[in-house]
């Protein structure tokens, strides 16, 4: 997945390892089957604990680790995708004073995760997968997408 993912990203993307340091400007993945955890201190913890959502890895609980780990510095994006995975971590993430983004059903294959985000009233902004990476950069600077 990560050499998928990295053709089409100006980013370096690699399967997270338990206990790995994040560092800036990289994409991180689950690897299969475990779930993806951020901790306070800037690594990675993996686990094979139940599965949220009938997933594993699970969005809820990725966005429930940043949203503990950077509060009000969290940003979640929420893309295309079945099911309802995520609701409850963008939840964690915006009461924490973090930016919950959605992506927009046009361009969507399978808009029930961002619906299922757009429902619980915490998502900042609804936009189509083209204008995220500016949206993101804006936010990351500090400044608020139009």
Excluded: C, W
Aim: hydrophobic share 45%; net charge negative.
């Amino acid at each position: 997945m990560p050499e998928i993912i990295g053709r089409r990203s100006k980013l370096p993307v690699k399967q997270a390892e338990d206990g790995m340091e994040l560092e800036s400007g990289h994409v991180y993945l689950a690897p299969p089957d475990h779930h993806l955890l951020v901790n306070r201190d800037g690594t990675v913890s993996l686990t094979h604990s139940e599965l949220v959502n009938f997933v594993r890895p699970s969005a809820d609980l990725l966005f429930e680790s940043v949203a503990a780990a950077y509060g009000e510095q969290a940003i979640a994006v929420v893309l295309t995708g079945t099911g309802r995975d995520g609701s409850m971590g963008v939840t964690a993430i915006k009461e924490r004073g973090g930016t919950v983004i959605a992506q927009d059903e046009a361009s969507s294959e399978f808009f029930g995760m961002p619906l299922a985000a757009i429902r619980t009233g915490t998502v900042d902004f609804v936009l189509s997968l083209e204008e995220m990476p500016a949206a993101l950069q804006l936010l990351v600077a500090g400044e608020v997408p139009d």
